[in-house]
């Protein structure tokens, strides 16, 4: 799982870092939000910890401009504003999450979790076909992808379509099934993935 923290205190960004690589995630570190977006659009994330005040842009900005152009990114805000007016805010404005400083390193730790079982909630469905289960019920293929990857970031900008779930693994595909009361169960399962939110 890949998280960009953006933190303009350096010794803050170090804390978080350490406490995420400790964790086994895979960490970038931006001290602005203008680098934080342009990170965030061309990275491809599954989770951004944003402080909100921030030169250039703040992470409120950020956030608005990500949500603008649908980018789903989970957004976990973690910083020194914490009245309730704050909060309010930052989770009306798209955030998944907000803590505020100084903070429980648990409590850090399982929001995160929690941002990171969202992201996986964005799979990409792609249908890669049709195939006959009888003459009225055909069912797509739905492929789910799951690569994982450390490289620098190359994905299309803004575009949550071009998003990749955290888990490592193959192409897994639905097969089709033929007989009727198992064409019926598929039916129902296509339905499902058609209409869950991506």
């Known amino acids: 799982m890949r998280i960009l923290v953006a933190d303009d205190e350096i010794d803050m960004a170090r804390v978080l870092t350490a406490i995420l690589e400790h964790e086994h995630y895979a960490v970038g570190t931006v001290h602005g939000g203008r680098a934080a977006l ?6 491809d994330y599954d989770c951004l ?16 401009s990500l949500r603008a152009v649908n980018n789903t990114v989970p957004v976990l805000f973690l910083t020194a ?7 309010i805010a930052g989770l009306d404005g798209g955030a998944d999450g907000y803590l505020a400083k100084p903070f429980n390193m648990g409590e850090f730790l399982a929001r995160v ?27 797509p293929s739905v492929s789910m992808r799951a690569p994982m ?11 949550s379509s071009s998003r990749q779930t955290p888990e490592a693994g193959s192409d897994r595909r639905v097969s089709s099934i033929t007989s009727g009361s198992q064409a019926k169960e598929s039916a129902l399962v296509c339905q499902m993935l058609a209409t869950a939110p991506l």
């Open 81 to 87: 504003k914490g009245d309730a007016a704050d909060r």
């Open 149 to 159: 990857s450390t490289s620098p970031p190359h994905s299309t900008r803004g575009s």
């Open 113 to 139: 979790r929690a941002c990171a079982r969202r992201s996986r909630a964005y799979v990409r469905l792609t249908l890669s076909g049709e195939s006959s289960i009888s003459s009225s019920i055909r069912t």
């Open 38 to 43: 342009d990170y965030a659009l061309d990275g």
């Open 49 to 64: 910890v944003l402080d909100i005040m921030m030169p250039k842009l703040s992470g409120l900005e950020v956030l608005r």
